[in-house]
Each structure stands twice: as C-alpha cells, then as structure tokens.
C-alpha cells in the first residue's frame, strides 16, 4: 500500500474527521471512555434545585433552558410509552420527576438518568390506578451541521420600505407627543457619563495596623483617582494595633505626604482609640458626611480600577437600590503557584481571572456601595458584634427585607488580594464558623486541594 494509501486510511478511521463514526458508535453510557482523571465527565443532580460542583455554592435553580429539554425529553419519553396504549388497554401518566442526573458530553451529546414517578391507569379487564416508579435512561447525540443559504432580497432592509401615508389614530398621535417630550426632558438625566461623572464615590476604609497592606491600597487610589482627577474622597478610619504599635503613626504620615502631592485629594483621617470594630469604624467614617453622599464601604485588601468606580454610580441609587458587588477572590499564591507580590499592585487585573487563582466572593457582602440616606434607613450596622466579621452579613438581611433593590454583580476590576486570616479563639461560635470557613475558602481551588491530598496523602492519616 503506498503511503498516500496509508494516509487516506489513517484520515477515515480518525474519528476526529469522519463523523460518521460518532454515528455508528452503539448507545451507551461509557461511549466516553476517560483516560485520566481529570478527563473524567461530572454528573449533576437534579432535583427541586439544581446540585452543582461547579459553584462555591452547590445548590441553585433549575435554569428555564434546561427546564425546556426536560420537559421536551419527557413528552418524548411518555409519547413512547403509549404508543400501543390502545392495544394494551392502559395508559401511563406523567407524574413528576423525582430527582435525576445529567451531563454534558461535549463530543456526542447530553446523558440524562431519570427517576420518574409515573400514573399506571388499566382500564380494560380488570381496571386500576396505581403509581409506579421508573428509571429512564436518555441521550441526545448532537446532530450534523447544516447550512442554510439566505437570499439578501428576500428579506428587505427597513429603508426600502415605502413610508406609510395613513394619518395616525387621534390616540397614537397623543401617546408619540408624549414620548416626544418625555425624551426631550429626560436627555439630559439619561446621558450617563456626563452624569455619573459628576457623583462623588465617597470610600470609607476602616484600618487598623497592616501598614504594608494599605500601601499598596494608597498607591492604587493614587493612581485610579488622584492622578485621573476621579470624582472621589478617601476617609480613612485609623485605630491603633496592639500588634504593630508603630503602623499608626506611619499610616498617619503617609496620608500627609500624599495630602501635601495632591491639593486636591480631599483624604481625610478620622483617628479612635477604642477596640477596633469593622461596624463601629465604618460608623464613624459615615458620620463625617451628609444624606445625600454616595458611600463605598471598601477594605484594605481590595484593588480596583475606574470601572469599579463607575458601576458604583450606576448601581447605587439614592432611595432604591444599594450596590454589593461579587469581588473576585484570590487564592493563597503559594498553593497556587502564582508568582504576584503584594508590592505589585499593578498584577492584579481582570486577566489574572481563572478558577486556578481565585473564586467570586459570592457569600461576601463587606463591599457595599449605598447613599447615607438609605444607610440610615436601614438602621446602619449593628454595633454591638465586636471582633471579626458577622456585621456584613446582618446588614445585607435587612437590606433584603428593607423592600430596596439590591443590585449583585460579579466585578472582575474589584480584587481582593489574599492575605491570612487567624481566628480568634474567643469569638462567638457563629462568629468563628464563619471565620473559619473563610479562611478555609481561600486557600486553593478544589483541584488543587485534591493534588496536595494526594501528593501528601500520608500526612492525612
């Protein structure tokens, strides 16, 4: 066989260019045969929610698209099975779905088990009505790839329609001077980036030691707002550290130099010295402004850029709606084999983005962005939870309950760079739980975690 034989050969039984092979494979389960682990296909469950591996949270709701192809398979499946109802002198009614897996194979299509809970109804000889269960095993191949050509005339452009010389009903012509003189007023509201422009993002950032960190956030505001002449103010509520007694007077310091760089910085720090509280600092920082101020409740651990600032003015609306943004989280670098220094604040960008670096802080609600005047409304923070966290948390409950629009987005321009997080042992219990899950949530993605299981396995034991 000569070698343009052999290649030709080689060409048809790789599966990858005759897709007739998908076609000719036998219906089954394993059609998909894994060569390593990784390559192995998750299975979801189906239930009244949907049970997912893929999210920090496991449990969400059935999307409407998937909710179609159940309901499409399930016609289909009960349409079989009374194909021959007449004959038999039976029917079988669909009942619901009781709980079910599904995936997605990318090469031949979607594999789906399915527990469904049937009506078993005989109504020749001897007639009954009973329930029954049934296991329903289902595949949809993907089908070939079809072209279809489109003539342009067939379908004219707008333009090339003739206007219409038919005078406009009495109440038509009313409702267009109406919607004439309504977008007349509002243009000058729904011009955005002149008016966005124009609202101040108040940050408050409660600080208390951690030097090094907020220098690395100083050099960011500098840079994001300062030198881009950013509609902003900084207001820095300073606490002494027991732990690093010195950070106070050289973040006071550093606050200086910058005020004297920039005339026009408008920083502002507010000094206490009680026991510190996230709640009570961010108190203080609030009663520094008025009503009618936009607030951003911003931690020393965050990078952003302008187009943070921005959804900050398009999401919070005085009287309707707070803002608390889904921050991207970074993973301890030293699980994560990533090679960015707390000093290179310019590394952490929407490009850095991935399931191996970090995750979306979906259960993180300190980041907030609110007028005072709504701030107010709902009663502020609860000043009475000391020590670490849990002030977010009740916050957001009565955001919900408050009747306001809360406005959740990912931002991929607002990172938090990781940093250790110690529990203290005399925390609430509650307090401490959460705690300790954050602090267990950061270290590395579930992939990771499972190859240092399994690379050191016997330290587990």
Same mark, same amino acid.
């Given at each position: 066989?000569?070698? /343009?034989?052999?290649?030709?050969?080689?060409?048809?039984?790789?599966?990858?260019?005759?897709?007739?092979?998908?076609? @000719?494979?036998?219906?089954?389960?394993?059609?998909?045969?894994?060569?390593?682990? /990784?390559?192995?296909?998750?299975?979801?469950?189906? +239930?009244?929610?949907?049970?997912?591996?893929?999210?920090?949270?496991?449990?969400?709701?059935?999307? +409407?698209?998937?909710?179609?192809?159940?309901?499409?398979?399930?016609?289909?499946?009960?349409?079989?099975?009374?194909?021959?109802?007449?004959?038999?002198?039976?029917?079988?009614?669909?009942?619901?779905?009781?709980?079910?897996?599904?995936?997605?194979?990318?090469?031949?299509?979607?594999?789906?088990?399915?527990?469904?809970?049937?009506?078993?109804?005989?109504?020749? !000889?001897?007639?009954?009505?009973? *329930?029954?269960?049934?296991?329903?095993?289902?595949?949809?191949? #993907?089908?070939?790839?079809?072209?279809?050509?489109?003539?342009?005339?067939?379908?004219?452009?707008?333009?090339?329609?003739?206007?219409?010389?038919?005078?406009?009903?009495?109440?038509?012509?009313?409702?267009?001077?109406?919607?004439?003189?309504?977008?007349?007023?509002?243009?000058?509201?729904?011009?955005?980036?002149?008016?966005?422009?124009?609202?101040?993002?108040?940050?408050?950032?409660?600080?208390? @030691?951690?030097?090094?960190?907020?220098?690395?956030?100083?050099?960011?505001?500098?840079?994001?707002?300062?030198?881009?002449?950013?509609?902003?103010?900084?207001?820095?509520?300073?606490?002494?550290? =027991?732990?690093?007694?010195?950070?106070?007077?050289?973040?006071?310091?550093?606050?200086?130099?910058?005020?004297?760089?920039? =005339? =026009? +910085? /408008?920083?502002?720090?507010?000094?206490?010295?009680?026991?510190?509280?996230?709640?009570?600092?961010? *108190?203080?920082?609030?009663?520094?402004?008025?009503?009618?101020?936009?607030?951003?409740?911003?931690? &020393?651990?965050?990078?952003?850029?302008?187009?943070?600032?921005?959804?900050? $003015?398009?999401?919070?609306?005085?009287?309707?709606?707070?803002?608390?943004?889904? %921050?991207?989280?970074?993973?301890?670098?030293?699980?994560?084999?990533?090679?960015?220094?707390?000093?290179?604040?310019?590394?952490?960008?929407?490009?850095?983005?991935?399931? /191996?670096?970090? #995750?979306?802080?979906? #259960?993180?609600?300190?980041?907030? !962005?609110?007028?005072?005047?709504?701030?107010?409304?709902?009663?502020?923070?609860?000043?009475?939870?000391?020590?670490?966290?849990?002030?977010?948390?009740?916050?957001?409950?009565?955001? &919900?309950?408050?009747?306001?629009?809360?406005?959740?987005?990912?931002?991929? =321009?607002?990172?938090?760079?990781?940093?250790? %997080? $110690?529990?203290?042992?005399?925390?609430?219990?509650?307090?401490?739980?959460?705690?300790?899950?954050?602090?267990?949530?950061?270290?590395?993605?579930?992939?990771?975690?499972?190859?240092?299981?399994?690379?050191?396995?016997?330290?587990?034991?």
């Amino acid at each position: 066989m000569s070698n /343009e034989s052999k290649n030709c050969q080689l060409k048809k039984n790789n599966f990858l260019l005759n897709h007739n092979y998908y076609a @000719g494979r036998p219906t089954s389960i394993n059609r998909y045969a894994p060569t390593k682990l /990784e390559d192995v296909l998750e299975w979801e469950l189906i +239930s009244k929610t949907l049970y997912s591996h893929r999210d920090l949270n496991p449990r969400k709701r059935i999307g +409407s698209s998937l909710k179609e192809g159940l309901g499409d398979i399930t016609r289909e499946i009960m349409q079989l099975i009374n194909s021959f109802s007449k004959q038999r002198g039976r029917v079988i009614d669909f009942k619901e779905i009781l709980y079910g897996y599904w995936r997605l194979d990318p090469v031949y299509g979607v594999d789906l088990i399915l527990d469904m809970l049937l009506v078993y109804k005989k109504y020749r !000889g001897h007639k009954m009505t009973v *329930q029954v269960r049934r296991h329903a095993y289902i595949q949809q191949t #993907f089908t070939g790839i079809f072209v279809k050509e489109v003539d342009n005339h067939e379908y004219p452009a707008a333009s090339q329609y003739p206007p219409s010389t038919e005078p406009l009903p009495v109440h038509k012509k009313l409702v267009h001077q109406l919607f004439s003189k309504l977008s007349e007023n509002l243009q000058p509201i729904l011009n955005l980036p002149n008016a966005t422009r124009k609202t101040y993002v108040n940050f408050v950032l409660p600080l208390s @030691g951690r030097f090094d960190t907020f220098r690395r956030f100083l050099r960011t505001y500098e840079d994001v707002c300062l030198k881009e002449k950013e509609y902003s103010r900084l207001y820095v509520v300073l606490y002494r550290n =027991d732990d690093s007694p010195t950070d106070f007077e050289k973040t006071a310091r550093l606050l200086e130099d910058v005020s004297r760089k920039y =005339d =026009d +910085s /408008e920083i502002r720090v507010i000094r206490s010295n009680d026991t510190f509280a996230r709640g009570k600092a961010l *108190q203080l920082g609030v009663n520094a402004l008025s009503d009618e101020e936009l607030l951003l409740f911003i931690d &020393v651990d965050m990078v952003f850029d302008r187009k943070s600032l921005e959804r900050v $003015r398009r999401n919070a609306a005085r009287g309707r709606a707070i803002y608390f943004p889904i %921050v991207y989280s970074l993973y301890d670098p030293a699980l994560s084999n990533k090679s960015y220094t707390d000093a290179d604040h310019e590394a952490f960008t929407s490009d850095c983005i991935d399931e /191996e670096t970090g #995750f979306w802080r979906q #259960f993180g609600f300190g980041i907030v !962005g609110l007028y005072k005047s709504d701030y107010l409304a709902l009663g502020g923070f609860n000043l009475m939870i000391s020590g670490w966290g849990y002030e977010d948390v009740t916050f957001y409950d009565n955001a &919900v309950k408050s009747g306001l629009r809360i406005a959740r987005s990912v931002d991929p =321009d607002l990172v938090h760079v990781f940093h250790s %997080v $110690r529990c203290d042992d005399h925390l609430d219990i509650e307090q401490k739980s959460m705690c300790v899950g954050t602090r267990a949530s950061t270290l590395g993605s579930v992939g990771r975690l499972q190859s240092v299981y399994l690379r050191h396995r016997d330290l587990f034991r």
